[in-house]
């Protein structure tokens, strides 16, 4: 009865289609990277030295936490008895 028409598959063309370059390539800046490598490694030691100051200042914190523990139950013991 009523059938749709199917539209025509189109024909894709057998060889590839190359697009040609037509710019040239941009010149290298002039200035180069060497004055940041300072500032890179500058950026690295800070953080690594406040990286290790926050560990420090976490194992003592731990330290503390600790002592603060085993004398509570040192004064515990010493009431009961």
């Keep these: 009865m009523l059938r749709p028409k199917l539209p025509d598959v189109p024909t894709l ?3 590839p289609v ?3 370059q037509t710019h040239t390539p941009i010149p ?3 200035r180069s990277l060497t004055p940041y490598v300072g ?3 500058g950026v690295v030691v800070v ?6 100051l926050l560990a420090a200042v976490v194992i003592s914190a731990v330290s503390v936490a600790i ?15």
């Design 47 to 52: 953080g690594v030295v406040l990286t290790a």
């Design 13 to 15: 063309p057998t060889t």
């Design 28 to 30: 290298s800046a002039s």
């Design 67 to 81: 002592a603060a523990v085993v004398l509570r139950s040192l004064v515990n013991g010493a009431n009961r008895r």
């Design 18 to 20: 190359v697009a040609q």
């Design 39 to 41: 500032v890179v490694a």
